[in-house]
């Protein structure tokens, strides 16, 4: 049963017809029931080719899970064949990945792959993910730039260093080595979120706290986590290669592991 506070959804009539299409034109892979989620804002230019990439004979539905976009990202999406969720306003892409989650609850998906929006990830690796659930049994399969077979490009300095220390306060907070804790290129079941001891739908997860807080939440309560190598390649700096703010978007990130390191939140 879905968690208590996943709140029920009306589909637009155009949603709908799109997840029917979805449904009676394509066979499941491997029985297993797959949504790619993609939360944008104003990514104009770059969320249309992550739709276009996504490997039709491997996801069974596209969701663009819009961030309070003005300059057309929810439009471009949608007209090229996405699901598309607007939130109306900015609220943060905890909150997009969070109602990106519910949709893919209420819809009995059964794994759910997590990309970027700004074409950062290779849809094509989707298979590595979800065959690490399907084929070997994991619960939450989280892509890394770093393991051998991985590679990253267009980084600069600060994030590769960033990107290096924070997998190892990571590791020692979640008591497992991990090799690439911010990268948002993952998949999970959806079953995870039975467990109560695992709740999306707190406040102060509404940024990038969501995303290491579920990835420690997978390891911590005893499911069976991978990493497997990807790709992860940043769009030049011209045309917009991160919606992260250097300070206050990196302390959410690390926020997660100071407040659950201390048994502060749970």
Not at 137 to 147: E, I, K, M, N
Not at 157 to 165: K, W
Request: one cysteine or more.
């Amino acid at each position: 049963r879905a968690h208590p506070r996943v709140r029920p959804y009306k589909d637009h009539v155009t949603d709908l017809m799109t997840h029917l299409y979805h449904l009676v034109n394509r066979e499941m892979y491997k029985n297993q029931r797959i949504i790619a989620i993609a939360p944008a804002y104003n990514e104009k230019g770059k969320i249309g080719r992550v739709v276009q990439r996504i490997p039709r004979d491997l996801v069974d539905l596209t969701l663009v899970v819009d961030d309070g976009s003005d300059d057309g990202s929810a439009e471009e999406a949608e007209a090229l064949g996405a699901v598309v969720i607007r939130l109306g306003s900015v609220q943060g892409v905890g909150s997009a990945l969070r109602r990106g989650i519910e949709y893919a609850i209420e819809h009995a998906f059964d794994i759910v792959v997590v990309l970027a929006g700004n074409n950062k990830d290779n849809p094509d690796e989707i298979i590595r993910l979800a065959s690490a659930i399907v084929d070997d049994g994991c619960d939450f399969v989280q892509g890394s730039r770093y393991l051998p077979g991985g590679r990253h490009g267009h980084m600069p300095l600060y994030r590769i260093f960033a990107t290096r220390l924070h997998p190892l306060l990571f590791s020692i907070v979640a008591r497992k080595r991990i090799t690439d804790s911010t990268n948002g290129f993952r998949a999970f079941r959806t079953s995870l979120f039975q467990d109560r001891r695992i709740n999306l739908w707190q406040d102060w997860l509404n940024e990038y706290e969501l995303e290491p807080y579920l990835f420690y939440k997978a390891i911590r309560c005893g499911y069976v986590v991978k990493e497997v190598p990807v790709t992860k390649v940043y769009p030049p700096k011209e045309i917009g290669y991160t919606k992260m703010k250097p300070v206050t978007g990196w302390w959410s990130i690390l926020r997660p592991l100071v407040l659950l390191g201390l048994g502060l939140k749970k």
